[in-house]
Each structure stands twice: as C-alpha cells, then as structure tokens.
Nanobody
Framework: QVQLVESGGGLVQAGGSLRLSCAAS????????LGWFRQAPGKEREFVAT????????YDADFVKGRFTISRDNAENTVYLQMNSMKPEDTAVYYC???????????????????WGQGTQVTVSS
C-alpha cells in the first residue's frame, strides 16, 4: 500500500504561484512514479506531470511546460508541483498519484496509477 497526502492548494490571483506537496508513505517507493493530475468541474481528469522516484526522469503535459515544475525530496518522501504564471483555467482539484514505473516510460494515463491522494483545491481568480 502507498498513502498519499496532498497539501498546498488555495486561492491565488492570475499570474501568481502556488506549490503543491504530496507526502508519500508505504511500500517501496523507489519502484513507483509519482504524478499530478487535475480535474476541473464538468471535465475529465487530466495528466499534469510525473516523475520517477529518483528524479532522473520527468514528463510534463504540454499546457504546463514553462510554468509548472515537478520535483521530489527523497529525504522527506515528498513530491512537489511548483506552479507559476497561473491562469484561471488552472482552477481544478489537483490529485497526487503513484503508479508502477517500469523504467521504459513514465506513466501518463490515470489508469496506470494505482494509488491516489484525496485531492487539493486550487482556484485561480482573474
């Protein structure tokens, strides 16, 4: 089992920044990729970014390139999502997820992730 707890969501003005945290615990985390997804009201859950546990591989969705950065702190078993230059369309519930990493490719589909956090609300005002 893997437990994931997100924090850091809130209300921010357009152009502002937030940093989300995902504290992970449980089984051998080195075999997992940690990803961020988001879901806006009335929309499907969409992939944001992912990282392998060593941090040597990352992959971002096109819509966040240059604005969001995923990183990890192994000492704290925590993965972060730094969000800059935020837009109202970034408003969503953001979820942290963990899924097996085979070493061939980072998972980007929600079906590839086995464990999910409870989500944290991010609201960007215009």
């Amino acid at each position: 089992q893997v437990q994931l707890v997100e924090s850091g969501g809130g209300l921010v003005q357009a152009g502002g920044s937030l940093r989300l945290s995902c504290a992970a615990s449980g089984r051998t985390l080195s075999t997992f990729a940690l990803g961020w997804f988001r879901q806006a009201p009335g929309k499907e859950r969409e992939f944001v970014a992912t990282i392998n546990w060593s941090g040597s591989w990352t992959y971002d969705a096109d819509f966040v390139k240059g604005r969001f950065t995923i990183s990890r702190d192994n000492a704290e078993n925590t993965v972060y999502l730094q969000m800059n230059s935020m837009k109202p369309e970034d408003t969503a519930v953001y979820y942290c997820a963990a899924g097996p990493f085979t070493g061939w490719r980072l998972p980007t589909r929600s079906s590839e992730y086995n464990y999910w956090g409870q989500g944290t609300q991010v609201t960007v005002s215009s």
